[in-house]
Nanobody, 114 residues
Framework: QVPLVESGGGSVQPGGSLTLTCVAY????????MGWYRQAPGRQREQIAT???????SYTSSVRGRFAISRDNGKNTMWLQMNNLQPEDTAVYYC????????WGQGTQVTISA
């Protein structure tokens, strides 16, 4: 079974919002810092937000102030609230363990266009 499943993507207009969900299948989730990543067409996958087991968060500068990462260790679930979305946020979004990326889920497509 794929250990990580992302959902919640879609197509919205600039300025819109989406909330992505990541469900982890395995005990690793509650013991590890987790992150959200994205890969835009023709570009390398980049880390955009991380959250520690205790809830400490960090963001790349391009999303800071617009995106919010959160998690529920009891539900093995993590979220990414995305506000004020812009065309440059168009990408496939993934979640993963920050320190062990031996496998990836299928990701969820986010498309921002007028």
């Amino acid at each position: 079974q794929v250990p990580l499943v992302e959902s919640g993507g879609g197509s919205v207009q600039p300025g819109g919002s989406l909330t992505l969900t990541c469900v982890a299948y395995g005990a690793f989730f509650r013991y590890n810092t987790m992150g959200w990543y994205r890969q835009a067409p023709g570009r390398q996958r980049e880390q955009i937000a991380t959250i520690s087991v205790s809830g400490k968060t960090s963001y790349t500068s391009s999303v800071r102030g617009r995106f919010a990462i959160s998690r529920d260790n009891g539900k093995n679930t993590m979220w990414l609230q995305m506000n004020n979305l812009q065309p440059e946020d168009t990408a496939v979004y993934y979640c993963n363990n920050v320190f062990d990326q031996s496998s990836w889920g299928q990701g969820t497509q986010v498309t921002i266009s007028a």
